[in-house]
Structures are given as structure tokens and as C-alpha cells.
């Protein structure tokens, strides 16, 4: 069954969402073949969280176990499923600073197959607590590692935060691979260049398993030329390591958050809903998920 089809699955118009609606999970995946992907670019506002959000739904959609991990101390991933601030309890700070297991801070959603390591308040201060811990760049991936339940997933995404501190860098040591939201705007532009230096050298020192997967143009405005021209040169630049699909500036991309619902189930009809069905079947076609870890 395609991405789709059983995204449209998940809504009913005009009437409550039910267990009966949704596809079921596919079977958990095999040992260690969870795939984990850092959403990640240094510059705010260019579509970072909203693409975390709704890439992993759209992937939970299409029947993929997914783990969402906000690792961003504004907890914008946390707010975009519902769960306010003071309702979080446990989360990314007591994992990364109090070594909390994982297991005693992911929280289900109202998407099936689709978890969510929120992001707790105390969060903004992990990177001060950290710059003294010991093995301070590893403790993300040492959590994951040893959280029993990493094998039934088929995806971990991680949102991380606009910057590329001690909080980036726990999530490019822990994940295999990078995808760059990149704004359609000149100064965004500007920015790609460091993250790019950034995960080369995080591969060549620390990681050698992490890669840039791929850059996502987000916010694309089709009245827009400038839209045009770095579309042009960014695929000129980077040429196959830019997806396909493109997210365009939509309205209801805005307003979804606000409602406390991925995008998917605020307007599965929107030009933006669409878009990211569209990259989550292109994520899973370019990372050749095979029948037997996903079927």
C-alpha cells in the first residue's frame, strides 16, 4: 500500500479519528536496523521542526515504527503533537544530564506507530550541565544504544536546534544520517555551507557512518523568482544530494501547530500534507528500505 494511501487513512472528514481508521504498524524492524536521521540546520526558521514533525508522521502513515526525538530546548516538536510544557515530565534533559533511561521518557501520540522523546523545560540548560560530563558528545547515541526497545523501530528523527552546539552534536554522533531543511531565501544559503563543514567534520573526527543524506527546499513559493533562482542553485551545487519533492508556503503548515496536530491530520488535503507524504515516500525509496525491514 502506497504513503497515500494510508496517510488518507488517517482522516475521516468532519468526524473523530479512531483506532479503526488508522493502518496498523508494520512489524517491528530487525536488531539495529533503526535508522536515524538528524533534522538539522544551524539557521532558525527554515522549516526544521515543522519537516521533524510531519516527515515522521507521514512515515508512521505509511506504516514505519518511528521514534521523534526533540532535541530542540524550545520544545516546538513536544508543542506540535499536543504535549504542553508543564505536562512533560521526563524527557531529553533528564536522558542527556540525569541519565534517565529512554524508556521512562518516550511518550506515545495520537499517531499509532509514531512515539515521542519530548523536550522537558530544563532542557535549555543541558548545555551548560554538559560542558562537564563526561563523554558529553556521546550521550545521546549511549542512550540509544541502550534503550531495549531501539529494534522495533524503523526510523529515529531527531529535531535538533538551531545552533550547532553540544546538543547538534549529540544528535550528528548518534545518527547515520543528515537532512538539511534549506529555506528557499537568499540568506538561507548563506548558512548551508557551515552545516556542511560541520558534518564532514563530525564524520571524518567522530562519526565515520554519518553522511549529508540530502537538503529538503522548504517554504517554495511558486509566484516567488527568488524561490526559482535557489532552487536552481542549490540543485546546481549539491545536484542528486537535493530531494525532488519540495515543501511549498502554505498557510495550513502555519496553522497546524497551533491546533496541537501534525499537519497530516490538521489538513491531510493541504498542498503541504501532500508535499510530505511525497518526501517520505522519496526518503524511504533513496534510503532503499528493503521489504524485510519495513514490509
Not at 21 to 48: C, E, F, H
Not at 111 to 126: E, K, Q, R, Y
Request: glycine content about 6%; aromatic content about 4%.
Amino acid at each position: 500500500m502506497s504513503v497515500s494511501t494510508r496517510a488518507r487513512a488517517l482522516i475521516a472528514a468532519d468526524r473523530k479519528l479512531t483506532e479503526e481508521q488508522i493502518p496498523p504498524p508494520r512489524p517491528p524492524a530487525p536488531a539495529s536496523a533503526a535508522r536515524i536521521i538528524a533534522i538539522a540546520n544551524q539557521k532558525g526558521g527554515v522549516g526544521k521542526t515543522t519537516t521533524a514533525i510531519n516527515l515522521a508522521t507521514a512515515l508512521a502513515a505509511a506504516g514505519h515504527t518511528v521514534l521523534l526525538i526533540d532535541l530542540d530546548p524550545q520544545g516546538n516538536a513536544s508543542t506540535g503533537f499536543g504535549l504542553a510544557r508543564n505536562a512533560r515530565g521526563r524527557g531529553m534533559f533528564s536522558v542527556l544530564v540525569e541519565g534517565a533511561p529512554m524508556a521512562e521518557a518516550v511518550r506515545g501520540t495520537m499517531i499509532p506507530g509514531l512515539t515521542l522523546l519530548p523536550a522537558d523545560p530544563d532542557l535549555s540548560a543541558a548545555e551548560l550541565e554538559l560542558v562537564s560530563a563526561p563523554q558529553r558528545e556521546k550521550r545521546l547515541k549511549t542512550a540509544l544504544d541502550d534503550w531495549a526497545d531501539l529494534h522495533r523501530h524503523h526510523f529515529v528523527i531527531i529535531d535538533c536546534p538551531p545552533s550547532l552546539g553540544l546538543l547538534t552534536l549529540n544528535a550528528l554522533m548518534a545518527a547515520h544520517d543528515v537532512l538539511v531543511p534549506l529555506q528557499c531565501e537568499f540568506f538561507a544559503l548563506e548558512g548551508i555551507t557551515q552545516i556542511t563543514q560541520t558534518i564532514e567534520a563530525v564524520r571524518q573526527r567522530l562519526n565515520p557512518g554519518l553522511s549529508l543524506h540530502g537538503i529538503v527546499l522548504t517554504m517554495y513559493d511558486r509566484r516567488n523568482n527568488l524561490s526559482d533562482l535557489v532552487a536552481q542553485d542549490v540543485r546546481g551545487f549539491f545536484g542528486k544530494k537535493v530531494y525532488e519533492t519540495v515543501i511549498p508556503r502554505n498557510v495550513r503548515i502555519s496553522e497546524a501547530p497551533s491546533h496541537g496536530k501534525p499537519l497530516l491530520l490538521y489538513d491531510f488535503r493541504s498542498p503541504g500534507s501532500q508535499a510530505y507524504i511525497r518526501l517520505a515516500a522519496e526518503l524511504v525509496e533513496r534510503l532503499d528500505i528493503q521489504p524485510d525491514r519495513a514490509a
